[in-house]
T-cell receptor
Framework: QKEVEQDPGPLSVPEGAIVSLNCTYS??????FMWYRQYSRKGPELLMY????GNKEDGRFTAQVDKSSKYISLFIRDSQPSDSATYLC???????????FGTGTRLQVTL | EAQVTQNPRYLITVTGKKLTVTCSQN?????MSWYRQDPGLGLRQIYY???????DKGDVPEGYKVSRKEKRNFPLILESPSPNQTSLYFC?????????????FGEGSWLTVV
């Protein structure tokens, strides 16, 4: 079993839709939860991070963590074509900045 | 501007021919690391460095070497590349290890070994 599982998609939604991206993880020792966005042929860039269960909001983006279920989500409201990218969940262990990544979900927002 | 710079961005090489992918950051970060990204496997850590002269293996270190002689540079060395090392490679840096420090990624280096 992979430490972090993520549906690879692709996920195609119309502009303005609410997008839900999800990951599950297996190691309860994981402490910090991040979402990265990766445009084609670019490096990942950090979107959001959180360390506690609950919701964290930043503009159109909401990160949600449920530690009891080992489940993390990223919601995108009012999705735009510029949101088309691959979204990677990543979980940080306490030591050495080691990020364990999901495989990424490719999102396409259509006009 | 905060940057992690990798070179080359694209490279085709032959099996067994030693190559080095350079990585440089301008943020005075202590922590640097290398990842490879493969379809269906995501990003996997190859090596990391907590500071100058301090390096350690990540999840997939076989076939790679690194060195950290200066704080800003963290080259990735493939002594004898093989086709299974064909991949997209990312260098990353952050201020320290641990939580809350933004990890910056380079633009990626596409390597093909034939």
């Amino acid at each position: 079993q992979k430490e972090v599982e993520q549906d690879p998609g692709p996920l195609s939604v119309p502009e303005g839709a609410i997008v839900s991206l999800n990951c599950t993880y297996s190691n309860s020792a994981f402490q910090y939860f991040m979402w990265y966005r990766q445009y084609s042929r670019k490096g990942p860039e950090l979107l959001m991070y959180t360390y506690s269960s609950g919701n964290k909001e930043d503009g159109r983006f909401t990160a949600q963590v449920d530690k009891s279920s080992k489940y993390i989500s990223l919601f995108i409201r009012d999705s735009q074509p510029s949101d088309s990218a691959t979204y990677l969940c990543a979980i940080l262990t306490g030591t050495a900045s080691k990020l364990t990544f999901g495989t990424g979900t490719r999102l396409q927002v259509t006009l | 501007e905060a940057q992690v710079t990798q070179n080359p961005r694209y490279l085709i090489t032959v099996t067994g021919k030693k190559l080095t992918v350079t990585c440089s950051q301008n943020m005075n970060h202590e922590y640097m690391s290398w990842y490879r990204q493969d379809p269906g496997l995501g990003l996997r850590q190859i090596y990391y460095s907590m500071n100058v002269e301090v390096t350690d293996k990540g999840d997939v270190p076989e076939g790679y070497k690194v060195s950290r002689k200066e704080k800003r540079n963290f080259p990735l060395i493939l002594e004898s590349p093989s086709p299974n090392q064909t991949s997209l490679y990312f260098c990353a840096s952050s201020r320290t290890g641990g939580s809350g420090n933004t990890i910056y990624f380079g633009e990626g280096s596409w390597l093909t070994v034939v």
